[in-house]
């Protein structure tokens, strides 16, 4: 992909530390890191007031179309360390008729199926695999549902370092697929998500690889967090009365709320924030309760089990920074059953043309029940993220047939 910069090239830099989400805890900048000492995720900080003086929107507008036009707030310091795929801005689809349908306010959907690997994984990986790279890490591990999975091997690849990669046993196919075929060593694991997070922790002491676990890695979180960055320069540097997030470890999420903060420091944009709405599926729905409950943690989630596979995690690490964000922007979690997700799935695909993925579905659903039950208001401008495309999911098998040699009906097709 063409970048602006030439790939000798040092690009501006401002990251200053990092700090654990928990204690404030300072952690040094360019080692290799996991979790922070008190065992929580690390959050990168920059010098936001060097940012506003060397930034402007202007300068922004005229950079290309791609996630690395924010550099200015990415942690990675050297153009020859970018991994690229070519991570292009998503659009902002409208769905025109669902919304007057509905009687509520604009829909827009982000969607991210058109990122590298088709899910907005890349944007986490492709920043995690450049830091990697920056870093002289040579191996990398990871437990994943699938996408994840499918954009760490794909990136790791293409920069030359190895990927071992355990998705729990009724990961789809297709993902399956698309890791080992993209270079990975993928292990199918009779277990969850965290059953396979167990084994790439206890592998880090016996094999030395990287553990790269969603909020285990710091640099996941400021990929993710273009998507809010993205988010706001499309629409003028305005955000949204609420964001639909379907939500498993929470990393956009909470990457999402730490770009809203960063822009408003460096002054692109004001006080205002978008409602943070976590979207759940019903048969896991861990910070549904916890969020309920008035909790600061979720407990594991036990039997976990849902269609939407990329948000079927039982427990996260990031648990206090999900609700945080939920709460301190007066939005709430949510779950909806997988017959809902159906649904709204087939809904979104016949009436708009736009083939979600079951974990997009998902947000789509919860809106449909917010405005039912006056938890989101009928004049909001909402967006729904779809994920990934829906064309990496199980499809339904279709079995109507033509018999071209029969005389053909053709009033009756
Ligand atoms: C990973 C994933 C999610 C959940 O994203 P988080 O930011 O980790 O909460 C949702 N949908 C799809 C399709 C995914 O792959």
Same mark, same amino acid.
């Given at each position: #992909?063409? =970048?602006?910069?030439?790939?000798?090239?040092?690009?501006?830099?401002?990251?200053?530390?990092?700090?654990?989400?928990?204690?404030?805890?300072? =952690?040094?900048?360019?080692?290799?890191?996991?979790?922070?000492?008190?065992?929580?995720?690390? /959050?990168?900080?920059?010098?936001?007031?060097?940012?506003?003086?060397?930034?402007?929107?202007?300068?922004?507008?005229?950079?290309?179309?791609?996630?690395?036009?924010?550099?200015?707030?990415?942690?990675?310091?050297?153009?020859?360390?970018?991994?690229?795929? $070519?991570?292009?801005?998503?659009? &902002?689809?409208?769905?025109?008729?669902?919304?007057?349908?509905?009687?509520?306010?604009?829909?827009?959907?982000?969607?991210?199926?058109? /990122?590298?690997?088709?899910?907005?994984?890349?944007?986490?990986?492709?920043?995690?695999?450049?830091?990697?790279?920056?870093?002289?890490?040579?191996? #990398?591990?990871?437990?994943?549902?699938?996408?994840? $999975?499918? @954009?760490?091997?794909? +990136?790791?690849?293409? @920069?030359?370092?190895?990927?071992?990669?355990?998705?729990?046993?009724?990961?789809?196919?297709?993902?399956?697929?698309?890791?080992?075929?993209? !270079?990975?060593?993928?292990?199918?694991?009779? !277990? /969850? &998500? %965290?059953?396979?997070?167990?084994?790439?922790?206890?592998?880090?002491?016996?094999?030395?690889?990287?553990?790269?676990?969603?909020?285990?890695?710091?640099?996941?979180?400021?990929?993710?967090?273009?998507?809010?960055?993205?988010?706001?320069?499309?629409?003028?540097?305005?955000?949204?009365?609420?964001?639909?997030?379907?939500? !498993?470890?929470?990393?956009?999420?909470?990457? #999402?709320?730490?770009?809203?903060?960063?822009?408003?420091?460096? !002054?692109?944009?004001?006080?205002?924030?978008?409602?943070?709405?976590?979207?759940?599926?019903?048969?896991?729905?861990? #910070?549904?309760?916890? +969020?309920?409950?008035?909790?600061?943690?979720?407990?594991?989630?036990?039997? @976990? =089990?849902?269609?939407?596979?990329?948000?079927?995690?039982?427990?996260?690490?990031?648990?206090? /920074?999900?609700?945080?964000?939920?709460?301190?922007?007066?939005?709430? @979690?949510?779950?909806?059953?997988?017959?809902?997700?159906?649904?709204?799935?087939?809904?979104?695909?016949?009436?708009?043309?736009?083939?979600?993925?079951?974990?997009?579905?998902?947000?789509?659903?919860?809106?449909?029940?917010?405005?039912? %039950?006056?938890?989101?208001?009928? $004049?909001?401008?909402?967006?729904?993220?779809?994920?990934?495309?829906?064309?990496? +999911?199980?499809?339904?098998? &279709? =079995?109507?047939?033509?018999?071209?040699?029969?005389?053909? %009906?053709?009033?009756?097709?």
């Amino acid at each position: #992909m063409q =970048h602006d910069d030439n790939l000798t090239a040092k690009l501006p830099h401002f990251v200053t530390h990092l700090e654990c989400a928990m204690t404030g805890e300072r =952690h040094e900048a360019d080692q290799i890191h996991n979790l922070s000492r008190a065992g929580k995720p690390l /959050l990168v900080r920059y010098d936001l007031a060097g940012v506003a003086k060397a930034l402007s929107k202007q300068t922004l507008a005229a950079r290309p179309a791609d996630l690395w036009r924010y550099r200015e707030l990415l942690p990675v310091r050297e153009a020859a360390n970018i991994v690229s795929l $070519g991570e292009a801005m998503t659009p &902002i689809v409208r769905a025109p008729k669902l919304a007057a349908r509905l009687g509520g306010g604009d829909i827009l959907v982000k969607d991210e199926g058109r /990122l590298p690997t088709g899910s907005f994984k890349a944007r986490g990986l492709v920043m995690a695999v450049s830091m990697a790279k920056a870093l002289g890490i040579k191996h #990398m591990a990871m437990p994943t549902n699938g996408n994840a $999975g499918a @954009a760490l091997a794909a +990136y790791a690849s293409h @920069a030359g370092i190895k990927t071992t990669i355990f998705c729990p046993e009724d990961t789809p196919e297709v993902n399956v697929s698309e890791i080992a075929l993209q !270079g990975a060593a993928v292990y199918r694991v009779n !277990g /969850l &998500i %965290d059953d396979c997070g167990k084994i790439v922790g206890e592998g880090k002491a016996k094999v030395g690889w990287f553990d790269t676990s969603t909020l285990k890695e710091p640099y996941r979180i400021e990929g993710k967090k273009t998507m809010g960055l993205e988010l706001a320069e499309q629409l003028g540097w305005q955000v949204p009365d609420a964001i639909f997030y379907p939500t !498993g470890g929470g990393t956009g999420l909470i990457g #999402m709320w730490k770009a809203f903060a960063e822009l408003e420091e460096i !002054g692109f944009i004001g006080k205002k924030r978008p409602r943070m709405i976590a979207v759940q599926a019903s048969g896991c729905a861990p #910070m549904v309760k916890a +969020y309920e409950a008035g909790e600061e943690h979720a407990p594991r989630w036990e039997n @976990a =089990h849902t269609i939407a596979s990329g948000i079927r995690v039982p427990q996260a690490i990031g648990d206090f /920074l999900i609700l945080r964000a939920v709460r301190e922007s007066k939005g709430f @979690a949510i779950a909806v059953d997988d017959d809902a997700i159906q649904a709204a799935l087939d809904e979104m695909a016949r009436e708009e043309g736009l083939l979600l993925c079951p974990e997009g579905a998902a947000t789509y659903a919860a809106y449909k029940q917010s405005l039912k %039950d006056g938890r989101v208001s009928r $004049g909001d401008q909402v967006v729904l993220f779809n994920c990934a495309s829906g064309l990496k +999911y199980p499809l339904p098998p &279709i =079995h109507r047939t033509l018999d071209r040699h029969k005389p053909i %009906d053709y009033a009756a097709l």
